[in-house]
């Protein structure tokens, strides 16, 4: 199958570089301490802060830093496939550790001894890039909640399809058997907090597809930074400051 044509135009009309349009909202859920809606395209996820709060298993209590949870799952209509996902599916437990993973490098933690911070994400509809989508999501939910962050952390994919680094793939790209390289970064420190890829590549080709979802990664740092920075004079308007 041709991923990407003569003209240089993918499947669904974007350059190879060119990422999906972004959405993204804070406060969806009244409950929550902290929520946010990514979009990513047709990729649609949810996310919700709770804390910081009391340990709720004190076995698990640590002196020195705050306790970090994530509960990752995926609505039942979020994919064409209809079949019912049990919960705590292998996939979902490893999303789950990872998402848990990237955000711990950049919450404060031990600001917030013998606390409990518990992230929620649900994946509401799914085209490819759930991972980078929930991670994002959960970076504004964080922001939304006020808990302290060394930086934003925002992630991006980018894959290697007929010869072509592609940037922010979806579904049919995603599951297409190419290389397909997922990466999370602190952008103003400079530091990568996730790097995962499917498949090999040789080394030139690896750094160049990495580059260009770190890349990726900088651009929704932007668009989270902007969706910010609205919020806060949203906030200052209703306040009358």
């Given at each position: 199958?041709?991923?990407?044509?003569?003209?240089?135009?993918?499947?669904?009309?974007?350059?190879?570089?060119?990422?999906?349009?972004?959405?993204?909202?804070?406060?969806?859920?009244?409950?929550?301490?902290?929520?946010?809606?990514?979009?990513?395209?047709?990729?649609?996820?949810?996310?919700?802060?709770?804390?910081?709060?009391?340990?709720?298993?004190?076995?698990?209590?640590?002196?020195?830093?705050?306790?970090?949870?994530?509960?990752?799952?995926?609505?039942?209509?979020?994919?064409?496939?209809?079949?019912?996902?049990?919960?705590?599916?292998?996939?979902?437990?490893?999303?789950?550790?990872?998402?848990?993973?990237?955000?711990?490098?950049?919450?404060?933690t031990n600001l917030m001894p013998r606390s409990q911070i518990d992230i929620y994400v649900q994946v509401l509809q799914a085209d490819?890039?759930?991972?980078?989508?929930?991670?994002?999501?959960?970076?504004?939910?964080?922001?939304?909640?006020?808990?302290?962050?060394?930086?934003?952390?925002?992630?991006?994919?980018?894959?290697?399809?007929?010869?072509?680094?592609?940037?922010?793939?979806?579904?049919?790209?995603?599951?297409?058997?190419?290389?397909?390289?997922?990466?999370?970064?602190?952008?103003?420190?400079?530091?990568?907090?996730?790097?995962?890829?499917?498949?090999?590549?040789?080394?030139?080709?690896?750094?160049?597809?990495?580059?260009?979802?770190?890349?990726?990664?900088?651009?929704?740092?932007?668009?989270?930074?902007?969706?910010?920075?609205?919020?806060?004079?949203?906030?200052?308007?209703?306040?009358?400051?």
């Amino acid at each position: 199958m041709e991923y990407v044509n003569p003209e240089g135009l993918r499947l669904d009309g974007r350059r190879p570089m060119e990422m999906r349009q972004l959405r993204a909202e804070i406060g969806v859920v009244s409950r929550a301490d902290g929520s946010a809606s990514f979009e990513m395209g047709n990729t649609k996820v949810i996310a919700a802060v709770y804390g910081p709060r009391e340990v709720q298993n004190r076995s698990q209590q640590m002196n020195d830093q705050a306790l970090v949870r994530c509960e990752y799952s995926m609505a039942n209509f979020s994919t064409g496939d209809r079949r019912r996902k049990t919960k705590g599916d292998r996939r979902s437990t490893e999303i789950s550790l990872v998402i848990r993973q990237t955000m711990e490098a950049c919450i404060l933690t031990n600001l917030m001894p013998r606390s409990q911070i518990d992230i929620y994400v649900q994946v509401l509809q799914a085209d490819g890039g759930t991972r980078s989508a929930c991670i994002n999501a959960a970076t504004l939910a964080l922001a939304d909640a006020g808990i302290p962050m060394r930086d934003l952390v925002t992630s991006c994919s980018a894959g290697y399809l007929n010869s072509t680094p592609l940037l922010d793939l979806n579904y049919l790209e995603d599951s297409a058997g190419g290389a397909d390289v997922t990466v999370g970064i602190l952008p103003k420190l400079d530091k990568v907090t996730l790097l995962q890829m499917d498949a090999k590549l040789p080394m030139d080709i690896f750094e160049n597809v990495m580059q260009l979802a770190v890349e990726g990664c900088k651009a929704v740092d932007s668009y989270i930074r902007e969706i910010l920075l609205e919020n806060t004079k949203t906030l200052e308007i209703h306040r009358g400051v």
